[in-house]
């Protein structure tokens, strides 16, 4: 009878789920930092932050938070329950939620039809998918694709 | 001219072909960044259309403004004829002070391009006048525009949001607005209005619209 398990690997160790967990479709338990494994550290749909939020890994916002998001090498995911009142920079921005503050994605920023946003967006490159419906100004700036840090928005002409 | 184009993409929405926006987004090939003003919400289209260059794109949703029009209230005793000038006056000033607060740009914004589609067909004369003088600080003497003009009330073409697919190509959704007020005019009555904008070129469309390009005086 003790047969049968004696292929099965050991099992993970278990670790509670922080604040700021990864998403892992295989049910396993997190260990490694997201930005090693190309997935996305959570914040979950209950949690509310105030404050600074910044971070080397890609995130995900399902909660609510008040203050600023800065990931500037990352990805960021507004999730469709994530509210965020902030100011938000990282390299690429995913927007399935709500967003009321200024958005700068240094590569791309993409906005579901899921999405309702107060702000103006800057950024090389910009999508609005089929059926978004966008209210606000949105800066683009092509030539700064791909160029890391160092974009800005257009500026307006002079009257 | 007549204009009768009209078509569906691939995925069943509605194109209308319009040989006017050529023009318009030709001769602001140079500038940089391009300064557009959209008197709708962004759609797909026209983010997609205008992303391949130095941009700003404004997006204003004005039609949000209509949905509960200023009421002027009369201040003259019951009984006596209320002065219509004055109630004009009021209006035109309410509007004024809703559209002021809608526009509100950078200092020194001015605009390339203005894409009004069919919101001038929404505004009563005095909303009207307001609204040309409310986007006026914001516009130049290079400013240019399109619109699309109701010309008779029978015409089924409301209720619709627009987008730009292509320079040649203006994409068209339906939308439900509930029952918005609408008022059929002349060309030249709409324009008389439009502060410092003339019609530079138009096209009849056969579902009764005139498309028409503007220009600054």
């Not at chain 1, 930092?33 to 995900?60: C, F, Q």
């Not at chain 2, 001015?110 to 006048?129: E, G, H, V």
Request: hydrophobic share 40%; with cysteine.
């Amino acid at each position: 009878m003790f047969e049968r398990n004696k292929d099965r690997q050991p099992e993970k160790i278990e670790t509670p789920a922080p604040a700021a967990s990864a998403i892992d479709n295989s049910s396993t338990a997190y260990r490694a930092p997201a930005t090693a494994t190309g997935k996305s550290a959570i914040l979950g749909a209950t949690i509310r932050v105030k404050g600074e939020i910044s971070g080397d890994e890609n995130l995900l916002i399902e909660g609510q938070v008040e203050g600023s998001v800065s990931l500037s090498a990352h990805e960021l995911t507004i999730g469709k329950t994530g509210k965020v009142h902030a100011n938000i920079t990282a390299r690429t921005i995913r927007i399935d939620g709500e967003v009321n503050g200024d958005i700068a994605g240094k590569e791309k920023v993409v906005v579901s039809s899921s999405s309702n946003i107060k702000g103006t967006i800057v950024t090389p490159k910009m999508s609005l998918e089929e059926g978004a419906r966008f209210k606000g100004t949105i800066d683009i700036d092509p030539a700064h694709a791909n160029s890391g840090t160092g974009f800005k928005p257009a500026t307006d002409k002079p009257a | 001219m007549l204009n009768t184009a009209e078509q569906f993409d691939n995925s069943g929405k509605q194109v209308l072909q319009t040989r006017l926006m050529p023009d318009l987004i030709e001769q602001l090939a140079g500038n940089s960044p391009l300064m557009v003003f959209d008197v709708g919400y962004g759609v797909h289209e026209t983010v997609e259309f205008f992303g391949n260059r130095r941009c700003r794109l404004h997006f204003s949703a004005l039609h949000t403004c209509l949905q509960t029009p200023p009421v002027i209230r009369s201040k003259i005793p019951f009984g006596q004829l209320p002065n219509a000038d004055e109630q004009d006056t009021a209006l035109y000033l309410a509007w004024l002070d809703r559209f002021r607060s809608a526009l509100k740009f950078e200092q020194g914004t001015r605009f390339d391009l203005c894409l009004f589609w069919d919101f001038l067909n929404y505004l009563d004369d005095q909303a009207l006048k307001a609204f040309a003088d409310a986007l006026a600080p914001f516009t130049g003497p290079q400013t240019l525009g399109h619109a699309y003009i109701l010309l008779k009330s029978d015409a089924d073409v409301l209720k619709r949001e627009y987008g730009l697919k292509a320079a040649d190509q203006i994409s068209v959704r339906p939308v439900n607005p509930g029952s918005p007020v609408f008022y059929a005019r002349p060309q030249a009555r709409v324009t008389s209005m439009m502060k410092g904008f003339v019609v530079k070129h138009s096209v009849l469309r056969r579902d009764g619209l005139l498309e028409a390009a503007l220009k600054r005086t």
